[in-house]
């Protein structure tokens, strides 16, 4: 429950600390007094979206802090968890919210601050408005099939029903994820098959692939070895060569010796250089005579040295990252190829599964639509107490294509106030006040189920009044036996049920205009003054009177 309330620069409000108990709260005053500031302070609180003109003319921010009890917070702190929020200290949940002309916007929950999605998901759990432009969770189908599950009493089969659901939505999704991933085009599988066939042929395990590096080492250094060998053969015998040099030097020598016997010498130690060089240039062909070079077995692995690097570049660089991509690309393959069977079993898998699923649905469906009727008859009977004479409301069960978390059917709340009129969605009621009233009828009937702890009711009581207006009083007081329930009325048979009860008045000066809220339960003489203008005449003995007989008979 709310336990207090702290406003400061909301519209007219320069400041407010209000304190709550559980039950019915009043709020009333003339017309146009400002009683909607509590009701924009509770938006506030609720995470609605907020413009900055509400903030009070001539003051830079607006803020509003309250404080919460809960009995049982754990529905609560499971939300916050799931924030990452504080959880609520001995069950107490603090809400703190400002709104600023010059600064950002700043929301703390628990001492932490927030996002705006978080206050609006908080807000949603603890909070339900029924009035004119206020977010009403009823209007939506999902809440009302909540509500009248609830009513139905069929959680175990709803339990149940949500197991095996699970079951058979876990199946599909694996068959659609398997489908997916396995399908191949031909272009694909003829690939993968193509580039498994070319790893294989290169690739036998990491031994074979240490043989041909090893292979194409040395065969690079015999290539290298016989190219040598070639070279310097040329450089000592060709036309040009070394040797052909010596022996015309030892020729022109010997023609010197003759001229001069005493360079002799020399020309013996050239002929003897000749010798040399022709004895090692025969040395050198003997070994490129020698050298035997299996030409095939180079291209061979010449070739195989060249596909290799090639799967490399292609496939992660690596020994292991070829043999992973080959491995991977098997187990494509394979998949594509048992796709068919694993299919098959899937579907009868999920044919078996739909086949426990189907009679829980249609369980839960038939107590829906026997629940739908005896809740539109109560509604109805209460609905004719509260001015609606001729009001008709159906719970229209429908089916569903699909399965889904809640079963296969869905549930939708059709209104008609008056008769001979369509029968319509209760989000397209035009008058909020009828709205208001068929809201005050369900949730009176559902409040035991109901989990919302504050409901805010506003011109639950317009265009009526007499004993319309005390039924609805009775009920709203009914209400908040199981719920905290806030009220703005201009009924004085409404106000007079309420526990506690809150005055709004402006205030006007030279130049300034404000309100002021002010708790007058407390004070017998101010609530009858109030009670008495509300019927019409605070000074009026006759008004006076009655005031006192309505508080009388609403205790």
Known sequence: MLQYIDIENLALLETASLEFEA???AITGETGAGKSVFLGALNMLSGARIDKSIIRQNKETCKVDAGFHFKKPKEIDNILSTMDLPICEDGDLLISRSISNKRMPKIIINGQATTLGNLQKLGAHWID??????????FHEKFQLQMLDSYSKHQADLKKYAASYDEWRNLKLKRERISQ???????????LLNTIEKISLIVQNENTITELENNYSKLSQAEEFLTLLKEIGQLLDDQNGVLISLRDSVSIASKIANIDPSLSAQTDRLESVAIEVEDILSEYHNSLNEFDVNHNEVERIHEKINQWLELKRSYGGSFNSVIKYKNNALKRVE?????????????????????????LAQKITKRRKAAAIQLSKESMALMKKLGFKKAVLKLEIYPLKEFNETGNSSCE?????????MLLPLKKIASSGETARVMLAIKSILAKEDSTPVLVFDEVDANVGGEIGRVVGKEIHNLSKTHQVFCVTH????????????LVEKTTAETSTGITI?????????RIEEIARMLGDRKSKTAIQLAKELLKNSK
Do not use: M
Request: a negative charge.
């Open 181 to 191: 991933k396995t399908a191949l085009s031909n272009d694909e599988k003829a690939y």
């Open 413 to 421: 709340f059709k209104f008609s106030a008056n008769s001979g009129q």
């Open 129 to 138: 408005f029924h009035g004119p432009g206020e977010p009403q969770k009823l």
């Open 23 to 25: 039950g019915f709260t």
């Open 518 to 526: 002010k708790q007058i339960h407390l004070s017998k003489p101010s």
């Open 335 to 359: 998949e594509e190829s048992n796709i068919t069977g694993v299919l098959i079993k899937l579907d009868e898998e999920i044919a078996s599964s739909e086949k426990e699923l189907i009679p």
């Open 491 to 502: 009924l004085p048979q409404v106000a007079t049920y309420g526990k506690q009860h809150y």
